[in-house]
């Protein structure tokens, strides 16, 4: 590999721009190809594993070339300087995520009980549309408070975030589902939610919650949507 | 910094390189069966030996990175296959019985 490939590949992960490094593994000839690949021989084989997020070897013409599928990492927003957010930032480093925690009440998001972390204290429509919410964000809200929680969900739904979770019980929720309806967001969109947020394991102090919500999220990161539902099945 | 991410594996790559030092990067470009890690995973090597990432869980790293530091030497790049370890010859392998395929290339 040349060292301008090395150099592209990591300035396009530092820009959260997705790539694919292809390789011909027999002559070490190699590029960098971009989503929008117009034109070029493998451009249908590129967005499939884009699509997927997935490396792969691929053959055309007797060749055979390896790409290798460069993603951003996910980013895990979240509103809600609680105790579950205190156990999910670690949580969320540990599997390679950023963290960024968004609440407008100073007591909650305060540097001492948020140390090492982006913290942004304001409301969600000042603190979220800098943050660029991306299809490869999950998105997380956690206050139970709804004039938090409704305009952070709000914009959530309104960008292609592959993650969308909410707690709060099912009585919480359908109340949520009714002002957000009201909002004018259709029930195909708010089928996005997940809430009760995470994963059923019984979970019960914010660490266990914090575990089934980065379980969730790794399912939905990982699983393709046909095995997702052959799991529930 | 967190050098479990590919992020940082990479960029530690490119900055051992700008440093003038030999480098290799190694990658799972194909497994079978039950592998430990998957495609598309790397380790990079410098010509020292050292190395961040991982290809299999500690398998055969050990082989990758003496392979890789050949590599930086001749320049030229090379496909590596390990299968399952035999106990007897202490050949290197999968205990898990899978098969993987790394290719291993110098970074000029």
Avoid at chain 1, 50 to 67: E, N, P
Avoid at chain 1, 78 to 95: D, E, F, K, Y
């Amino acid at each position: 590999m040349k060292l301008a490939t090395l150099k592209a590949v990591n300035a396009a992960r530092a820009a959260r721009r997705p790539i694919v490094l292809v390789t011909d593994v027999e002559t070490g000839e190699e590029r960098v190809v971009h989503e929008a690949a117009a034109g070029d021989p493998l451009a249908a084989a590129v967005a499939e594993q884009l699509r997927k997020g997935k490396s792969a070897m691929v053959a055309l013409d007797g060749r055979r070339f390896f790409l290798t599928v460069h993603v951003p990492p996910v980013k895990l927003v979240m509103t809600g300087a609680v105790h579950i957010s205190q156990a999910l930032v670690p949580l969320a480093r540990l599997l390679g995520h950023e963290p960024i925690v968004v609440d407008p009440r100073t007591a909650f998001a305060s540097p001492e009980r948020f140390p090492d972390v982006t913290l942004v204290a304001e409301w969600p429509d000042v603190a979220l549309p800098p943050l660029g919410v991306d299809r490869y964000t999950a998105f997380i809200a956690l206050t139970h408070d709804p004039k938090i929680d409704d305009p952070a969900l709000a914009h959530a739904l309104s960008r292609d975030c592959f993650y969308i979770g909410a707690l709060g019980s099912r009585k919480t929720h359908a109340r949520r589902l009714e002002r957000l309806r009201a909002a004018g967001f259709s029930d195909a969109a708010l089928a996005r939610i997940h809430a009760p947020v995470g994963l059923d394991i019984g979970a019960i102090s914010p660490a266990e919650i914090a575990v089934s919500i980065v379980a969730e999220i790794t399912a939905a990161l990982r699983l393709e949507s046909g095995e997702k539902q052959a799991r529930a099945a | 910094m967190d050098l479990a991410s590919d992020t940082d594996i990479l960029a530690r790559a490119e900055a051992w390189r700008e440093a003038g030092k030999g480098v290799a990067i190694a990658t799972v470009v194909e497994t079978w069966g039950s592998a430990p890690r998957p495609v598309g995973s790397s380790l990079v090597i410098d010509e020292d030996g050292n190395f961040l990432g991982s290809v299999s869980g500690g398998c055969v790293e050990g082989a990758v990175v003496t392979e890789a530091v050949d590599v930086i030497g001749s320049g030229e790049p090379r496909m590596l296959e390990f299968g399952v370890a035999d106990e007897t010859a202490w050949r290197v392998g999968l205990s898990c019985g899978g098969t993987i395929r790394v290719y291993v290339e110098k970074v000029d």
